[in-house]
């Protein structure tokens, strides 16, 4: 996704980057600016009414930069959580950078088992739930 780009979802909606059987084909690259950041936000401006951003890839190449990611988070992306705005899958690899979640229901990223998250100069703020979350079955 190309700076300056505003995606907006309809309620309970979701990104999700995927891969193949073995995990490693597949990626989501967000490359937004200081200047001209990219925006992934909800159709209606209530805490909660998208669901957000799933990454099922391990791919090093999932990486968000400048992006803002707002009033996701809507249910759960499994049965033991509470919603999360980004959910890095089981063995799922993330890296975000200079990027803000916020106004957002449930926790900021959630990690699953073995996942990878690389979390640098982020802003989290009016969250439902932690900034980040790891969590094991």
């Known amino acids: 996704i190309e700076a300056g780009v505003e995606m907006r979802f309809e309620q309970s909606a979701y990104l999700w980057a995927t891969a193949n059987a073995g ?11 200081s200047l001209l950041p990219v925006k992934l936000t909800g159709t209606n401006q209530i805490a909660g ?3 957000g951003v799933n990454i099922g890839s391990r791919s090093v190449l999932n990486n ?9 988070g809507s ?5 033991k959580d509470n919603g999360a705005n980004i959910h890095v899958g089981q063995n799922a690899s993330l890296t975000i950078s200079n990027s803000t979640i916020s106004n957002g229901k449930g926790v900021g990223i959630l990690v699953g088992p ?3 998250l690389s979390n640098a100069n982020n802003t989290f703020s009016s ?11």
Not at 23 to 33: D, L
Not at 64 to 72: D, G, N, R, S, V
């Open 114 to 116: 073995k996942g990878s």
């Open 75 to 79: 249910s759960a992306w499994f049965t």
């Open 23 to 33: 995990g490693t084909i597949g990626s989501i690259q967000i490359k937004g600016t």
């Open 127 to 137: 969250l439902g739930g932690m900034d980040v979350v790891n969590y094991t079955f």
């Open 64 to 72: 968000f930069t400048y992006t803002t990611i707002e009033y996701a």
């Open 49 to 51: 009414f998208w669901k």
